[in-house]
Nanobody
């Protein structure tokens, strides 16, 4: 059974950094396209950074230049390095896996497996 477990969330002052991790199990990690999403209270879940086919990556405009996604296939782990954090980055962050490895869609509907989320809170 597929399982994704996020960690690394917490509180930060504006301008600080956090690194999220997502440990995958129960499926072949290298066969899936991975991504990070977030959802703030009262808002829809949105893609933050999502791997696209080939070496391309989708970054939400609001995080370009500040967030970086990476994956360690040997450890079945996905990472999100978040720098220069802003209060508007406050949200629950989720990692997700999609079997549609050739898809250019970065929407939640394109993803099959989800973690339980990790809270990120940024204060001004």
């Amino acid at each position: 059974q597929a399982h994704l477990v996020e960690s690394g969330g917490g509180s930060s002052q504006a301008g600080g950094s956090l690194r999220l991790s997502c440990r995958a199990s129960g499926f072949k990690f290298t066969n899936y396209r991975m991504g990070w999403f977030r959802q703030a209270p009262g808002k829809e879940r949105e893609g933050v950074v999502v791997f696209l086919p080939g070496s391309d990556t989708y970054y939400a405009d609001s995080v370009k230049g500040r967030f970086t996604i990476s994956r360690d296939n040997a450890k079945n782990t996905l990472y999100l390095q978040m720098n220069s954090l802003k209060p508007e980055d406050t949200a629950m962050y989720y990692c997700a896996a999609s079997r549609y490895i050739h898809s250019w869609i970065s929407l939640p509907s394109d993803f099959d497996y989800w973690g339980q989320g990790t809270q990120v809170t940024v204060s001004s």
